[in-house]
């Protein structure tokens, strides 16, 4: 079982940058796709951007992409989601989840996430 802390939210202006975090402890972190969630009040979740688990495939929503980068770090047992040219509609709690993949699956997982962190809120304002 993996748990998984996010960190590096907070307020930014519009057209600013913010790079999020997410450490994970316990199990093998290379042996998970990790994924970035956001969630802005009376919306669903939603699947930002996810990562394969060797780093090799990406996938991006398409009203993120260009703006945000999915990158992880297997030694040091972090995924990070930077954003860029940040929009007030990015404004959310954003969660990064994780989900087992075999080692034969290298691909992202646009599901299936059973881990998830507490969430960092990030508020872009006008």
């Not at 780093?55 to 930077?82: C, W």
Request: hydrophobic residues 35%.
């Amino acid at each position: 079982q993996v748990q998984l802390a996010e960190s590096g939210g907070g307020l930014v202006q519009a057209g600013g940058s913010l790079r999020l975090s997410c450490a994970a402890s316990g199990g093998t972190f290379s042996a998970y796709g990790m994924g970035w969630f956001r969630q802005a009040p009376g919306k669903e979740r939603e699947l930002v951007a996810a990562i394969g688990r060797t780093g090799g495939s990406s996938y991006y929503k398409e009203s993120v992409k260009g703006r945000f980068a999915i990158s992880r770090d297997n030694a040091k047992k972090t995924v990070y989601l930077q954003m860029n040219s940040a929009k007030p509609e990015d404004t959310a709690v954003y969660y990064c989840a994780a989900r087992p993949s075999s080692p034969f699956e290298t691909i992202y997982h646009l599901s299936g996430y059973v881990y998830w962190g507490q969430g960092t809120q990030v508020t872009v304002s006008s």
